[in-house]
């Protein structure tokens, strides 16, 4: 969706460092969210944030970790703790009217 | 959320239309119909939903049947940048803690 940016589309990282994914989003919703998505497989909520300074762990948060200083921002850092980091990372926003969620363009992360 | 039942694939002729079905038996009274769609390699798509009524947008329409058992995504003039895999998912207004889960989907292949 045009109102929501991931950034960078494609990111590489040695095993053991921390990685910092952003997602900016100019549709003034409240909601945030980040999912990942394996080949062949569905979403999995990671974390959400329902409003600024709120953020609630999802059903794989472990090796994670988010922030929400600013409505526009909700960044995911990949940890060294997470074990399978390789995935494709999505972030979505949703619209209080309507329940409807919306996607930006992911980033694909390669851990080498 | 109620299960949905798509089939693996189907293509069209590009400039037919392409009716994507979907069923959703056990589907309650409180639960919308939504569609998304998925290119590779990008994020998901909103295409369009629906709670009973037929609903059209610019992309697509929704055929919803009277018992609300099953629906169809009309897509009325097949480009080939519409081949993706679609997503018919069937989820209530839970507000914003509530997470999407995609199946498996339906793969529109058109072809020139």
């Known amino acids: 969706d045009g109102g929501i940016t991931q950034s960078p589309k494609y990111l590489f990282r040695k095993e053991g460092q921390n990685v910092t994914l952003s997602c900016e989003q100019n549709l003034n919703h409240d909601a945030m969210y980040w999912y990942r998505q394996d080949p062949g497989q569905g979403l999995r909520l990671i974390y959400y944030s329902q409003i600024v300074n709120d953020f609630q762990k999802g059903d794989i948060a472990e090796g994670y970790s988010v922030s929400r200083e600013k409505k526009e921002s909700f960044p995911l850092t990949v940890t060294s703790a997470q074990k399978n980091p390789t995935a494709f990372y999505l972030c979505?926003?949703?619209?209080?009217?309507?329940?409807?969620?919306?996607f930006g363009p992911g980033t694909r992360l390669t851990v080498l | 959320d109620a299960k949905t039942t798509q089939p693996p694939s189907m293509d069209c002729a590009e400039g037919r239309a392409a009716n994507l079905p979907c069923n959703h038996s056990t589907i309650s009274g409180n639960e919308y119909v939504y569609w998304y769609r998925q290119i590779h390699s990008q994020g998901p798509q909103y295409i369009i939903h629906g709670l009973k009524n037929n609903e059209t947008n610019e992309m697509a329409s929704l055929i919803i049947t009277e018992d609300r058992k099953s629906s169809t995504l009309i897509l009325p003039h097949a480009t080939l940048r519409d081949t993706a895999v679609y997503y018919c998912?069937?989820?209530?207004?839970?507000?914003?803690?509530?997470?999407?889960?995609f199946g498996k989907g339906i793969t529109l292949s058109v072809r020139p």
């Open positions: 979505a926003t949703r619209d209080t009217n309507t329940d409807t969620q919306y």
């Open positions: 998912i069937v989820r209530a207004h839970t507000g914003a803690n509530s997470k999407l889960t």
